[in-house]
C-alpha cells in the first residue's frame, strides 16, 4: 500500500524495485476496480441453442444479438458443429418432449453446462423422468431457476404514463385451452351468473388476433388473468400483456398472492383467493366506485410492463448469469425439483 514504509530488502530484488512492484499491482487494482476503470478484457462466450423453441427455422442471430438487449460478450448460435467449443449448451424441453430433438449425450465435451430450459408449466411438461442427471442449470419463470427469466416485469418509466384507456365492459377472458377440469373453467362457470363476462379466443369461437386482443381486452374494466393451472411462480402473459400492458385490472387465479405481490404492488391486482365464493367476488368488483377503481393503477405514474416474450432475450440472460453460476451441480432429479409436488 503507498505510505506504509517497506523494510529494506524485500524480496529479490531489494525494497525500491519491491515498492515499485506493489505500487504497479496497486495501480492496476485501482484501474480493474475503480468505477469508470478500464474493465479486463472480457470473453465472449457462445451459447449454443441446440432446437430453437416451436420453430423449425430459428430466428436471424447477428452477433450483436445479445448487445441489443444490453448483454455483451454474449453470441447465440444454433450451429451445432460449435458444440464442442460452446460455452454452455440449451435445450428446449418442448423438442426433448416430442422427440423433435436429441440429447447429444455421448458428444459435448466434459465440463461443458448443459441448460434446460423451459417457460411451461408444469402440467404441460412431460418427461422428466428420462432426464435424470444431465443438466447443469435450468432456465425458467421460476425464481429458483439459474436463470431466471419471468414473463413481465415492472419497471421505473421514464415520463408520464399514457392516459387510461376508455371503458365500456366490465370483465373479459381471452382462451383458447377450455376444459372442465382447469380450475379455472370452473371458477369462470360459477362466476359467469353474477357477472358480465365477455369471452373471446379460440373456446369461444371469437378468436382474436394477435394485434387486436391489446384494443379488445383495454375497453374492459377487470381482464381474468386465470392460468391454465396453478403452479409456483407460474405468472404469464396473462397477467403482464393482457391485462397489466392493456389497462384492464388483472383478476388473478394463480400461485397464491404472496407470489403475485413478488412481482408487483399488492394493489395492483384482485386476487381471487382474497374472497370466499366467486359470488362475493363479483359483488366486490361490480360495487367498485371510480375512485377505488382507479387506485389500482397507482403503479403506473413510476412502473411500466416490460415484457419478457423473445426467445433470444431469455437466451442472453445466460450470460448475465453465467460468472456467478455453480460449476460442480447437476439436476439429479429434474422431475421432483420441477414437479415434486405433482406426485404429492
Ligand atoms: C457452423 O460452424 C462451423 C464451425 O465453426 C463452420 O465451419 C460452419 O460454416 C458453420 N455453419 C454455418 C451454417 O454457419
Ligand atoms: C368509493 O368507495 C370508498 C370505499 O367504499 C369510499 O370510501 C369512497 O368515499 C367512495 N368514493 C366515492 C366518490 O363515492
Known amino acids: 500500500m503507498p505510505g506504509v514504509p517497506l523494510p529494506r530488502g524485500v524480496g529479490p530484488w531489494g525494497a525500491w524495485p519491491g515498492a515499485a512492484l506493489l505500487t504497479a499491482l496497486w495501480i492496476l487494482w485501482l484501474l480493474r476496480w ?13 451459447i449454443l441453442i441446440w432446437h430453437w423453441p416451436f420453430a423449425s427455422r430459428p430466428p436471424e442471430l447477428p452477433r450483436n444479438t445479445c448487445a441489443s438487449y444490453g448483454v455483451p460478450h454474449c453470441c447465440l448460435s444454433t450451429n451445432r458443429s460449435l458444440l464442442p ?4 449448451v440449451v435445450f428446449h424441453h418442448r423438442e426433448l418432449q416430442t422427440r423433435r430433438a436429441r440429447l447429444p ?8 453446462p448443459w441448460v434446460w430450459a423451459s417457460m411451461e408449466s408444469p402440467s404441460h411438461t412431460h418427461g422428466l423422468g428420462h432426464l435424470r442427471g444431465i443438466f447443469n442449470w435450468v432456465l425458467s419463470y421460476r425464481r429458483d431457476s439459474d436463470i ?11 415520463g408520464p404514463a399514457p392516459p387510461l384507456p376508455a371503458k365500456n365492459g366490465v370483465a373479459a377472458w381471452v382462451v383458447s385451452n377450455f376444459q372442465a377440469r382447469q ?4 371458477l369462470y362457470r360459477q362466476l359467469a351468473p353474477h357477472l358480465p363476462v365477455d369471452v373471446f379466443g379460440r ?6 388476433c394477435t394485434t387486436c386482443l391489446l384494443p379488445t381486452v383495454a375497453r374492459y374494466l377487470f381482464y381474468l388473468a386465470f392460468e391454465n393451472s396453478q403452479h409456483p411462480d407460474y405468472i404469464t402473459e396473462k397477467f403482464w400483456h393482457n391485462a397489466l400492458a392493456a389497462g384492464a385490472v388483472p383478476v388473478v387465479l394463480g400461485p397464491p398472492r404472496a407470489t403475485y405481490e413478488a412481482f408487483a404492488p399488492a394493489d395492483a391486482f384482485v386476487h381471487v383467493e382474497d374472497f370466499a365464493s366467486a359470488r362475493e367476488l363479483a359483488a366486490f368488483l361490480l360495487g367498485m366506485n371510480g375512485s ?12 411500466r410492463v416490460r415484457l419478457f416474450d423473445d426467445w433470444r432475450e431469455r437466451f442472453c440472460a445466460v450470460c448475465t448469469h453465467y460468472p456467478h453460476l455453480p460449476r460442480d451441480q447437476v439436476y439429479q432429479d429434474l422431475q421432483g425439483w420441477f414437479q415434486g409436488w405433482l406426485q404429492a
Do not use: K
Not at 35 to 46: F, K
Open 183 to 186: 380450475q379455472r373453467v370452473q
Open 105 to 112: 449425450l455421448l458428444s459435448g465435451p466434459r465440463g461443458q
Open 85 to 88: 467449443s460452446a460455452d454452455a
Open 34 to 46: 475503480a468505477p469508470g476503470g478500464v474493465p479486463a478484457p472480457q470473453r465472449t462466450l457462445t
Open 203 to 208: 373456446a369461444s369461437r371469437r378468436p382474436l
Open 292 to 303: 377505488q377503481y382507479r387506485r389500482y393503477f397507482a403503479w403506473r405514474d413510476q412502473l
Open 148 to 158: 431466471f427469466v419471468p414473463y413481465g416485469r415492472l419497471e421505473p418509466r421514464q
